[in-house]
């Protein structure tokens, strides 16, 4: 016999036949001269009932331990007081592998959780998350594909920093000394020269030292760099994309939304375009609301927190004063005090997403930027060169993915959009 899902069982496609159905006790209660066992697989719950005058079957879903592992027959039937309208009527039960005592059973502490990720892996929540997180890998590399972008892949283990020495995870390398890459935009501009538009969507590790909801020490970055594009080009593939992220999910992940309690119509607004704002007024904006920041200060996690917490849709803040970004932005030809670079905070609250702009692409202002940002070119050589050969004005974007994860899902820590979280205070499990 073929087993099927509990899904399909749900979907009342074998009402009435005999189904083998294969996973993990999820719940067990007994009542009177009934059993019930709530079985759990990659697709839903769905109740079990094993009557006593089934003799062995019912003495086994009486004593099965939570999370063990079975395969049940029976045959399905409706039962509105079920979970979602259907249950089995067991006439078969097989322990495939009796559980011991399972360590997470009432109420534990966050902190509990993430010690025992690898078990509270298997709950609703993180089950429903991990769908959603599916869902938005997948949405990206479809965007990507679909307009003409190549994949491609940059090393992890580099020789110098991309955004600054302070998050740089350094690591031995024989007689060496290395560091885990922070972003792949030096290689992927080495990329635009032949393949003109291209994405990666790997790790990044950044030694971050601030406790905040929003970082991890390794995240997953989808970044991307495209020859021929200024700001203004990128934003708009990137609006499509983050359009075409949320309405893939809207689009599966439904129930796994609403399951975490998500505002559907919060999403259903996130449409292209986006607001562009520049840097200056978004300052304006923010001391309009009481927070206390000034023109050049860098926006914190808890200024981006009150700020975006006033936006109905992700909005691009562009022209940043060149001293609060990386080296590489291209100044404003107009005011060359700022950058044409951008970053998109989503809405209700959880700030930057994205960070982007065009870059430098002339040899001569290259150098003058990474000599007055104190910087030794030596250890630019390769993003140097890439100037003298064929040089055109290019614009990239990293999309931090689990940031992305965290707003959609409407999660309120970073480290609950990610299996196996890495922190400064968390390596294991
Ligand atoms: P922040 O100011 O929030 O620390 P950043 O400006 O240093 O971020 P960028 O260098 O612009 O980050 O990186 C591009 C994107 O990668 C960010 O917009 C964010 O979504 C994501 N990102 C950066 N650092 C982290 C981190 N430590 N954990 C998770 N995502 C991150
Ligand atoms: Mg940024």
Redesign the pocket.
């Known amino acids: 016999m073929r087993s099927v899902k509990v899904e399909d069982v749900l979907r009342g496609g074998y009402e009435g036949e005999r189904v083998l159905l294969r996973g993990w006790v999820y719940r067990r209660r007994k009542t009177g001269g009934v059993a019930f066992v709530v079985l759990r697989d990659s697709s839903g719950i769905l109740q079990c009932v094993a009557e006593r005058e089934r003799g062995e079957v019912y003495d086994i879903a009486k004593k099965v331990r939570i999370e063990s592992s079975v395969e049940v027959c029976g045959t399905v039937r409706r039962e509105d007081k079920a979970p979602g309208g259907y249950e089995v009527l067991l006439d078969d039960i097989r322990v495939v592998h009796m559980a011991e005592a399972f360590p997470i059973n009432r109420y534990k502490s966050e902190e509990y959780l993430l010690d025992n990720r690898h078990l509270w892996l298997r709950s609703r929540e993180m089950t429903a998350v991990m769908k959603i997180r599916s869902t938005v890998f997948g949405a990206i590399h479809e965007f990507f594909r679909e307009n003409g972008y190549y994949e491609v892949q940059a090393p992890m283990f580099v020789g110098s920093a991309v955004?600054g020495g302070s998050t740089l995870f350094e690591v031995p390398y024989f007689d060496k000394k290395a560091y885990l890459t922070?972003?792949a935009q030096f290689y992927l501009e080495a990329f635009i020269y032949s393949l003109e538009k291209v994405y990666t969507v790997a790790p990044?590790f950044?030694a971050?030292k601030s406790r905040t909801r929003?970082?991890?020490?390794e995240?997953w970055?989808a970044e991307a760099e495209v020859a021929w594009y200024g700001n203004e080009d990128m934003m708009k593939d990137e609006e499509l994309l983050m359009e075409h992220i949320v309405r893939r999910v809207l689009a599966e992940r439904k129930s796994e939304l609403e399951y975490l309690g998500r505002d559907l119509d919060r999403l259903r607004a996130v449409e292209a375009p986006f607001e562009r704002m520049r840097y200056e007024r978004l300052i304006e904006m923010a001391r309009d609301i009481g927070v206390e920041i000034s023109y050049g200060d860098?926006?914190g996690?808890d200024e981006e927190r009150a700020i975006t917490k006033e936006f109905e849709k992700p909005v691009f803040v562009t022209h940043y004063p060149s001293e609060t970004k990386?080296f590489y932005h291209r100044p404003d030809p107009e005011n060359p005090s700022v950058v044409l670079c951008h970053?998109?905070l989503a809405p209700e609250g959880y700030?930057?997403?994205?960070?982007?702009g065009e870059r430098i692409w002339k040899l001569d202002v290259l150098l003058q930027r990474i000599r007055s940002y104190g910087l030794n070119p030596d250890d630019y050589s390769m993003y140097i060169d890439l100037r003298r050969y064929g040089s055109v004005p290019h614009a990239g974007?990293?999309?931090?993915v689990?940031?992305?994860v965290m707003w959609i899902a409407g999660l309120d820590h970073?480290n609950k959009a990610i299996a196996f979280p890495r922190t400064i205070r968390r390596l294991r499990p």
Do not use: K
Request: charged content about 30%; hydrophobic content about 35%.
């Open positions: 955004e922070q972003s990044s950044r971050e929003r970082h991890l020490t995240f970055h860098d926006l996690a990386p970053d998109l700030g930057e997403i994205i960070g982007g974007f990293g999309l931090g689990d940031r992305a970073i």
